[in-house]
């Protein structure tokens, strides 16, 4: 089957979240499995975010893909960036790497394997809502028990030679700050500025983004390997420290009345990505502690996860990838999140594995080589193939 296709059609079929609606996309899917004679399930809640399932197996295996990408603006791009354009070796638009290239490489490494006669030993699930993180897409998905703990390799993108199996925990928070107001020209003597109180607070964050957590054995080893793959892939100097400290990014702040007033309120949304041996409870008390003026009105915790390295699925898609790349093959961990985070919460041991060019993740001019395409499907055949035979062979 022509990847190289399919991820073009992909492309071109707008799925931008937010507003988050995958309908049209989860139709093509569905048309194309309804082709090859794979049954599957669609879900609607009636606000346009679906989601796809096959049946289940008896062979304990998972693909998965999400189909929303993040939004695009024109500006900036020499492509347009939903033409799905086949240029240069590659295909170019928005979501060609994250993910809708990983999702073409599941597809057309399915309808291979069919049309050589087989039987799929893996169920299929794309997803609607991978990108905010909300509960329409895998969540859904789990919530229903329409998939059951096993393996699963979601296609994401990683470098050629190293399948993702670990993330870094995640914080997000929304914070209210409330003042005491003021004339405007009287501050700091009079008043408590709300928005103050939030500067405050992100200049404590800071400090603890110079602070080391402990590493266990288990963890150290994966660490340095990973920091010199991932600073060499994204040309970064400082892997190790993205690796293992605490990074945080103020992503929302509003505040204030007017300029001559001391504020009286700040909302600040904060998204914190917590290392190994750093305790997310006392991390969140020691917020509260330096924000005596502020509240968390909401808030969404996930802790570090890692699938283990000597595991089956591990070993198998290490195996697959040093058949089709050759070269050092080793598992790696990340510092950014993903569906894996509530698979692994669930029971599920989750590698990430797929084509991509890492560097333009969320980036204008964003595209993925079709010779990575061509090479993710042979690896996901090649871990099909292993599913299928018994495993005492």
Not at 42 to 60: A, F, I, Y
Request: with cysteine; aromatic share 6%.
């Amino acid at each position: 089957m022509d990847v190289t296709r399919i991820c073009s059609d992909l492309v071109k079929i707008r799925s931008e979240n937010p507003p988050g609606t995958t309908r049209d996309i989860i139709g093509y899917i569905r048309s194309l499995l309804e082709a090859w004679g794979i049954p599957s399930i669609v879900t609607d809640q009636g606000d346009g975010k679906c989601n796809l399932v096959s049946e289940t197996t008896k062979n304990n295996l998972l693909f998965c893909g999400h189909v929303d990408v993040v939004p695009a603006l024109d500006e900036g791009w020499s492509i347009p960036p939903f033409s799905g354009a086949v240029l240069g070796g590659s295909v170019w638009g928005r979501g060609s790497t994250d993910m809708k290239g990983g999702c073409a490489s599941l597809l057309a490494a399915c309808h291979d394997l069919k049309e050589s006669g087989h039987d799929l030993p893996v169920q299929l699930a794309f997803v609607c809502d991978e990108e905010t993180g909300e509960v329409s897409g895998i969540r859904y998905l789990l919530a229903h028990h329409m998939i059951l703990p096993g393996d699963c390799l979601i296609a994401e993108p990683t470098p050629a030679r190293h399948p993702n199996i670990g993330q870094k925990g995640l914080i997000r928070l929304e914070l209210q700050f409330v003042g005491t107001p003021a004339h405007g020209s009287l501050y700091p003597a009079v008043g408590v500025s709300a928005i103050m109180e939030a500067c405050a607070l992100l200049d404590y964050v800071k400090i603890l983004n110079g602070k080391q957590y402990p590493l266990g054995d288990d963890v150290q080893e994966i660490v340095t390997r990973s920091s010199r793959v991932l600073g060499e892939e994204f040309g970064l100097d400082q892997a190790t420290d993205v690796l293992t400290k605490l990074m945080f990014n103020p992503g929302i702040i509003r505040g204030g009345e007017k300029s001559n007033i001391v504020s009286q309120r700040c909302d600040l949304d904060l998204e914190i990505r917590v290392p190994w041996g750093c305790s997310i409870p006392d991390l969140l008390e020691d917020i509260r502690r330096h924000a005596p003026h502020g509240t968390i009105t909401t808030q969404t915790t996930h802790e570090p996860s890692i699938t283990p390295p000597q595991c089956r699925l591990v070993s198998v898609t290490c195996d697959s990838v040093n058949d089709i790349y050759g070269g050092e093959v080793f598992p790696i961990i990340q510092w950014a999140a993903s569906d894996a985070r509530h698979l692994r919460a669930a029971g599920f041991q989750v590698v990430e594995y797929g084509p991509g060019e890492m560097q333009f993740l969320h980036a204008a001019n964003e595209h993925v080589s079709i010779d990575s395409l061509q090479k993710a499907s042979l690896v996901y055949q090649k871990i099909m193939h292993d599913y299928a035979r018994p495993q005492n062979q």
